[in-house]
C-alpha cells in the first residue's frame, strides 16, 4: 500500500537559517504529492503540491520537487522566520472512485527562533 | 468568504456517551472527509463521503458513524463503542473526478474524553 516517511523532529533552526525537511514515498504509479502545514491549535492548510514527475510547487518562500528517482518530495525553504514554526505533513494522494484518500506521513515539527 | 467550519472547537465529554461533531462546507464540494489525529502521528481516515446519502469507509471506521443528508454538511458521530476517542478530529472537502486531488481542511475540534 502507499506510505510516507517524513524526518523526525523537532527541527529547530534559527531565524534566516536553510530549512530542509526530508520525505520519501511508496506508491503505485505517480500519485500528486504534497505539503500541509499545521499551526498551533488550527487544521491544516495546503502549503504547496505537485502533480508529477519533475514539477516544483512552491508558495510562501517553500519549494519542493517531485523526484521520481528518488521517490522523494524533499521541503526547502532559504531563510525561515519565526511565523514557520509549525508543524509540517508530506502527504500523497490516490483516487477512490471519485473522491481521493490522503495518505500522511507523521508531521515534522518546525521551531524557529530569533 | 468560502470554506470549512467545524463546531466545537473544544468538546468534553463522559466516558459512554456518543458525542456528535459538526463540518459544514460552502465550497459546493461533493466529497467530504474526515480524519483522526493522535499526538505525534499523522492523519487517519475514519470516513468519506462522495455524494449525498452515500459514504465509505476509511482506514478507521470502527466506532464512528456519519450521515451525508446535505451536500454542505458531514457530520460525525463518535459512539461510545469507541474505545480511545480522545483525539483531534479534522474534516474535509474536495471536487469529484479531476478535481478530487486536493483536499481542504478546516479548523479541527479537539475531543477530550473525561
Known amino acids: 500500500g502507499n506510505s510516507v516517511t517524513q524526518m523526525e523532529g523537532p527541527v529547530t533552526l534559527s531565524e534566516e537559517a536553510f530549512l530542509t525537511i526530508n520525505c520519501t514515498y511508496t506508491?503505485?504509479?505517480?500519485?500528486?504529492l504534497f505539503w500541509y502545514v499545521q499551526y498551533p491549535g488550527e487544521g491544516l492548510q495546503l502549503l504547496l503540491k505537485a502533480t508529477k514527475a519533475d514539477d516544483k510547487g512552491s508558495n510562501k518562500g517553500f519549494e519542493a520537487t517531485y523526484r521520481k528517482e528518488t521517490t522523494s518530495f524533499h521541503l526547502e525553504k532559504g531563510s525561515v522566520q519565526v511565523s514557520d514554526s509549525a508543524v509540517y505533513f508530506c502527504?500523497?494522494?490516490?483516487?477512490?472512485?471519485?473522491?481521493?484518500?490522503?495518505?500522511f506521513g507523521t508531521g515534522t515539527r518546525l521551531q524557529v527562533t530569533l | 468568504d468560502g470554506g470549512i467550519t467545524q463546531s466545537p472547537k473544544y468538546l468534553f465529554r463522559k466516558e459512554g456517551q456518543n458525542v456528535t461533531l459538526s463540518c459544514e462546507q460552502n465550497l459546493n464540494h461533493d466529497a467530504m472527509y474526515w480524519y483522526r489525529q493522535d499526538p505525534g502521528q499523522g492523519l487517519r481516515l475514519i470516513y468519506y463521503?462522495?455524494?449525498?446519502?452515500?459514504?465509505q469507509k476509511g482506514d478507521i471506521a470502527e466506532g464512528y458513524s456519519v450521515s451525508r443528508e446535505k451536500k454542505e454538511s458531514f457530520p460525525l458521530t463518535v459512539t461510545s463503542a469507541q474505545k480511545n476517542p480522545t483525539a483531534f478530529y479534522l474534516c474535509?472537502?474536495?471536487?469529484?473526478?479531476?478535481?478530487?486531488?486536493?483536499?481542504?481542511f478546516g479548523p479541527g475540534t479537539r475531543l477530550t474524553v473525561l
Open positions: 502527504a500523497l494522494i490516490s483516487i477512490t472512485g471519485t473522491a481521493s484518500k490522503l495518505t
Open positions: 463521503s462522495q455524494i449525498v446519502n452515500d459514504f
Open positions: 506508491a503505485t504509479g505517480y500519485p500528486s
Open positions: 474535509a472537502s474536495s471536487m469529484i473526478g479531476r478535481g478530487a486531488d486536493t483536499q481542504y
